[in-house]
T-cell receptor, first 114, second 115 residues
Framework: NAGVTQTPKFQVLKTGQSMTLQCAQD?????MSWYRQDPGMGLRLIHY???????DQGEVPNGYNVSRSTTEDFPLRLLSAAPSQTSVYFC?????????????FGPGTRLTVT | AQKVTQAQTEISVVEKEDVTLDCVYE???????LFWYKQPPSGELVFLIR??????QNEISGRYSWNFQKSTSSFNFTITASQVVDSAVYFC????????????FGKGTLLTVNP
């Protein structure tokens, strides 16, 4: 099992550019989520999905879009990058329907917007 | 709404000292889970423990122990005989029945263990 994979590991964007952060898991987990980590802020939930075709907003969804067409993949799209989106992004997955299931995290993507 | 407070932003100890990381939570759920994660300097997030709201037994795993007290809404983490490899950011997190699988994190505590 590869677990949760994220690509790219590093990315530099110019303000206004768009891009997609990729996330995939091979554990057949229904639940997937995206977090951003900023210094002194902990991890904040951006969007999450409880299964293919179902997504919902988290705490800080503005400026990001998601879709979930398959169980395995949960890409995060930045529509028009802003310097405030400079952060480390983590994707996570877990079994759904079992409250409190351990969330498995990907290695993270470090994004810089200039 | 859920909230997790880790009041200690940074802690610095000397190797072999015991250290306790505090975590206080707020939730309206009667069924909830608490977690601790470790983030070493390499950046990955490592799961340490999960505890449900119905199990207040303390847990010990090697040099790590956890003290869950519902009466004070606290889930504290103690490292006994700390080692340099314990240096990391530690996050406490909470999810509840009413949160629809959303995990709420505290802001983390940076632990530095000096040789």
């Amino acid at each position: 099992n590869a677990g949760v994979t994220q690509t790219p590991k590093f990315q530099v964007l110019k303000t206004g550019q768009s891009m997609t952060l990729q996330c995939a898991q091979d554990m057949n987990h229904e639940y997937m989520s995206w977090y951003r980590q900023d210094p002194g802020m902990g991890l904040r939930l951006i969007h999450y999905s409880v299964g293919a075709g179902i997504t919902d907003q988290g705490e800080v969804p503005n400026g990001y879009n998601v879709s979930r067409s398959t169980t395995e993949d949960f890409p995060l799209r930045l529509l028009s990058a802003a310097p405030s989106q400079t952060s480390v992004y983590f994707c996570a997955s877990s079994y759904s329907g079992i409250l409190g299931g351990e969330q498995y995290f990907g290695p993270g993507t470090r994004l810089t917007v200039t | 709404a859920q909230k997790v407070t880790q009041a200690q932003t940074e802690i610095s100890v000397v190797e072999k000292e015991d250290v306790t990381l505090d975590c206080v939570y707020e939730t309206r759920d009667t069924t909830y889970y608490l977690f601790w994660y470790k983030q070493p300097p390499s950046g990955e997030l490592v799961f340490l423990i999960r505890r449900n709201s119905f199990d207040e037994q303390n847990e010990i795993s090697g040099r790590y122990s956890w003290n869950f007290q519902k009466s004070t809404s606290s889930f504290n983490f103690t490292i006994t005989a700390s080692q340099v490899v314990d240096s990391a950011v530690y996050f406490c997190a909470l999810t509840g029945r009413g949160s629809n699988y959303k995990l709420t994190f505290g802001k983390g505590t940076l632990l530095t263990v000096n040789p």
